[in-house]
Structures are given as C-alpha cells and as structure tokens.
C-alpha cells in the first residue's frame, strides 16, 4: 500500500520544510474560504456572473505586475526576509476584506480593491517560497514535495469552498473572512523560524543584473525564450484555466439552474478539489513517472473532457424546475462526480508542470520564472473567470462550459503537433 500512498520523505529529512509545509496546509484553508466568499459576496451584492467574473480582472493586474516583479526580488535578496515581509501584507489585506464585511460597507468596489490588494501580495509571497522548495529539500525528492503540496491546497480547496457555503449561510460573511486572518499566522509562523535563503549564483554572476527591477525581469523572460520545454508548461496550462474555468458561472447555475444557491456552489468546488486530494493521497505511482511531457497534455485532456461532461449535466438540469425553498436537487451529484475528475486531472498537471520548472531552471533564475508561473497559474484562472463569467451572460452558463472543454482538449492537441518534443520530454534526460 505504501507503494501508493504520497511520499512524506520531505517531511521526514527536512524539518524546515516540515514546518513551512504545516504553516502552509492551515493558512491554505483560510485563503480558500475567502476567494470563495468573495464570489459569494459579490454575487450577493449584484446578481451577476459578469460582476463576479469581474474579481478576476481586479486580481490579474497587480498579480501579474507584483508576480514578476517579485520573482525578481526573490533571486537577489534573502528569500526568507521577502516572503515574511510580502506574507505580512497578505495578511493586512486579508484583514481588510474581514473589516469591510464587519463594517457593512455592501460596496462592491470596495471589495474588488481589496481583492486587488491581496493578489499583489501573494504575486511576491507564492513565487518565492516555490523557489525556496529545491533549497529545502533537494532535486530528487522535488516530485514528492510537489505532491505534497498538492495535497495541501486540495485539502484547503475541499474544504474552503465547503466551508464558506456553509458559513456565510450561518454566520455571514465577516466572520467567514476572519477565518483567514486567523489561520494565516500559521504561515507566518513557519516563515519566521526558516534559516537564511539567499538566491544563488550565476557562475557567469556579471552578466546578470545584481538589484531587483525592470532589467531582471527581462533576463527571466530571455532564459525562458530557450527553454521550450519549461515554457510549454506554461502555455498549456494557461488553455486549460482560460478556456475552462468553471468558478465564475456556479453561483448561477447554483441559484437558477441545479438549486443550493451558495451550498451547490460549496459542494462543487469542494468536488473538485476532492479529486486534487485523493491524486495526492495516492500519488505513489506518480513520484516514479519520468515522461513528464506526456503526462501533462493527458491530464489537460482528461480535465477538458471533466469540464465538457459537467456542462452537459447542467444542460440537462436547466430543463427541470428549481425548488422554491432553493433546496438542492439530485442533478448536484452527478455534476460533482464530473467536477472531481476535473480536478484530480488539474492536480496532475500540476504535479508535473511544477517538477519541470523547479528542475530544469538554475537557482539564480528560480524566482523569476516561478513569479512567471505564479502569473500563469493565479491570472489563467482570474482570465478564464473574466471569459466564462462574460461569455455565461450571453450563451449560458451550460453551453459555456461544454464548448470551454472541448476547446480545452483541442488546443491542447494542437500545441503537441506544434512541439512533438513535448510529449517525449523525460526527467532522466531532461531537455529543457
């Protein structure tokens, strides 16, 4: 059975990683529960998959902007001191979020600056504690730690969406968003007791740019031109997110099309990521994996096809009354079976995609290029909520994510014939 069963050998040779991986796995659960009650809140306050979708473009821009920037900073000062000072600020805005629902603001605008406010922080933190990973624990156990991680976030995205359905119906939203400024001590916690990081060192160290900036930046997008590799983990991951982002048209089909309102939407993304957390589970087999290429466009293929099978349950569940008292209906369940396929196919990608990068990028251009894939994984769905949300408006909500995943799977396709080398990329040999 341990043959199955997730590698812990990180935790066990690592103890800072040990506990930057506790701090992590509690404070996850509080993030979760806010990005959902944001959607929630947003929803409440408008009536409108276009408005909530628009969370997603207050997100993207400083996210973008700030991950860049601070995978910049991240390979020229002390790792530990840049992800105490950027998880510090995630926390006040986080704070802030709670303190807008305590005051009763019901503004709108309010929320997307504060939104605004918390992806600018998390575009420097994320990117440089992935890049402080490989210092941690070592390139070979690399897939077990990434593993492990998923696990974590399927963990936190199980039960934070769970939980804010939940508690927002119960308790409102204030002391919903709370629950993050409360659990993100955690990981501030376990920041603060890591050793010194410092980046390291090019071996050709003047030809690089010594401070963090604009020149830097432009040397990470310059190392990924001649990785193809590395960068094709990044543009099939973001068709997956933009074609096929399923968050911004739930709060409506839970309201009008399968019933539930606010708990349909909660069991939903508590499906999905369900999924993410059995692949972690029993992520075994995935660890002794070497054609890394192949297993990503097969997991973006199965996640397409999840998303394509999701919108067609909801097509069929449209055509059926929902309950007056907004009690749910049995069309939830065969909906979340197809949502857990989706996200145990995305926790594969994901695994993989992660393993890539962190191997085969040097470790003074770490922070760098995992401030381009934090842009990558956070904005593609930020930009998939801004499509689906506005194109949910004018074709539905259904026919949104039947037609999303089969573009989905077929552009996926189509970048393997524009880079066969892709499908054949082995971890033994990596070609990056």
């Given at each position: 059975?341990?043959?199955?069963?997730?590698?812990?050998?990180?935790?066990?040779?690592?103890?800072?990683?040990?506990?930057?991986?506790?701090?992590?796995?509690?404070?996850?659960?509080?993030?979760?529960?806010?990005?959902?009650?944001?959607?929630?809140?947003?929803?409440?306050?408008?009536?409108?998959?276009?408005?909530?979708?628009?969370?997603?473009?207050?997100?993207?821009?400083?996210?973008?902007?700030?991950?860049?920037?601070?995978?910049?900073?991240?390979?020229?000062y002390?790792?530990?001191?840049?992800?105490?000072?950027?998880?510090?600020?995630?926390?006040?805005?986080?704070?802030?979020?709670?303190?807008?629902?305590?005051?009763?603001?019901?503004?709108?605008?309010?929320?997307?600056?504060?939104?605004?406010?918390?992806?600018?922080?998390?575009?420097v933190?994320?990117?440089?504690?992935?890049?402080?990973?490989?210092?941690?624990?070592?390139?070979?156990?690399?897939?077990?730690?990434?593993?492990?991680?998923?696990?974590?976030?399927?963990?936190?995205?199980?039960?934070?969406?769970l939980?804010?359905?939940?508690?927002?119906?119960?308790?409102?939203?204030?002391?919903?968003?709370?629950?993050?400024?409360?659990?993100?001590?955690?990981?501030?916690?376990?920041?603060?007791?890591?050793?010194?990081?410092?980046?390291?060192?090019?071996e050709?160290?003047?030809?690089?740019?010594?401070?963090?900036?604009?020149?830097?930046?432009?040397?990470?997008?310059?190392?990924?031109?001649?990785?193809?590799?590395?960068?094709?983990?990044?543009?099939?991951?973001?068709?997956?997110?933009?074609?096929?982002?399923?968050?911004?048209?739930?709060?409506?089909?839970?309201?009008?099309?399968?019933?539930?309102?606010?708990?349909?939407?909660?069991?939903?993304?508590?499906?999905?990521?369900?999924?993410?957390?059995?692949?972690?589970?029993?992520?075994?087999?995935?660890?002794?994996?070497?054609?890394?290429?192949?297993?990503?466009?097969?997991?973006?293929v199965?996640?397409?096809?999840?998303?394509?099978?999701?919108?067609?349950?909801?097509?069929?569940?449209?055509?059926?009354?929902?309950?007056?008292?907004?009690?749910?209906?049995?069309?939830?369940?065969?909906?979340?079976?197809?949502?857990?396929?989706?996200g145990?196919?995305?926790?594969?990608?994901?695994?993989f995609?992660s393993?890539?990068?962190?191997?085969?990028?040097?470790?003074?251009?770490?922070?760098?290029?995992?401030?381009?894939?934090?842009?990558?994984?956070?904005?593609?769905?930020?930009?998939?909520?801004?499509?689906?949300?506005?194109?949910?408006?004018?074709?539905?909500?259904?026919?949104?994510?039947?037609?999303?995943?089969?573009?989905?799977?077929?552009?996926?396709?189509?970048?393997?014939?524009?880079?066969?080398?892709?499908?054949r990329?082995?971890?033994?040999?990596?070609?990056?």
């Amino acid at each position: 059975m341990s043959r199955f069963l997730a590698d812990i050998t990180p935790l066990k040779v690592s103890p800072a990683y040990r506990r930057l991986w506790i701090g992590n796995s509690i404070s996850a659960v509080g993030v979760q529960v806010t990005l959902t009650a944001v959607s929630l809140q947003v929803y409440d306050l408008t009536a409108s998959s276009l408005y909530v979708g628009l969370v997603g473009l207050f997100a993207l821009v400083p996210l973008v902007i700030a991950g860049l920037y601070g995978g910049s900073i991240a390979d020229n000062y002390d790792r530990r001191k840049v992800a105490l000072i950027s998880g510090f600020a995630l926390w006040a805005s986080a704070a802030g979020i709670a303190a807008q629902a305590w005051l009763e603001l019901g503004n709108v605008w309010v929320l997307y600056g504060l939104i605004a406010a918390h992806s600018a922080a998390q575009g420097v933190n994320q990117p440089t504690r992935s890049a402080m990973i490989p210092a941690l624990v070592g390139r070979e156990l690399l897939p077990a730690a990434n593993a492990l991680n998923m696990l974590t976030m399927s963990i936190a995205m199980m039960a934070g969406p769970l939980l804010a359905g939940t508690l927002v119906v119960t308790v409102g939203f204030a002391w919903t968003y709370t629950i993050e400024v409360l659990t993100f001590l955690a990981a501030l916690w376990a920041l603060w007791l890591l050793p010194s990081l410092p980046p390291g060192k090019a071996e050709d160290d003047e030809a690089l740019s010594r401070r963090a900036g604009l020149r830097s930046v432009l040397e990470g997008f310059k190392f990924l031109s001649t990785r193809k590799n590395v960068r094709m983990t990044f543009l099939i991951d973001i068709n997956a997110m933009v074609m096929a982002a399923p968050r911004a048209v739930l709060p409506a089909i839970g309201a009008i099309m399968i019933g539930g309102g606010e708990l349909t939407v909660g069991i939903l993304m508590a499906a999905m990521a369900a999924g993410a957390f059995f692949t972690g589970l029993f992520s075994g087999p995935l660890t002794r994996i070497h054609r890394h290429g192949a297993a990503i466009f097969w997991a973006v293929v199965a996640y397409g096809l999840a998303i394509t099978g999701f919108g067609v349950v909801v097509l069929f569940a449209s055509g059926h009354p929902v309950p007056g008292d907004g009690s749910l209906t049995w069309w939830v369940w065969p909906a979340a079976v197809f949502m857990m396929m989706a996200g145990s196919a995305d926790s594969v990608s994901a695994i993989f995609r992660s393993t890539v990068l962190q191997s085969a990028t040097p470790d003074h251009m770490r922070g760098r290029l995992q401030g381009v894939f934090i842009v990558v994984v956070a904005g593609g769905p930020r930009v998939g909520d801004m499509v689906s949300g506005s194109v949910g408006e004018a074709i539905g909500e259904h026919w949104t994510m039947i037609i999303g995943g089969i573009a989905c799977a077929v552009v996926a396709a189509l970048m393997m014939r524009w880079l066969p080398g892709f499908m054949r990329y082995d971890s033994r040999k990596p070609i990056p």
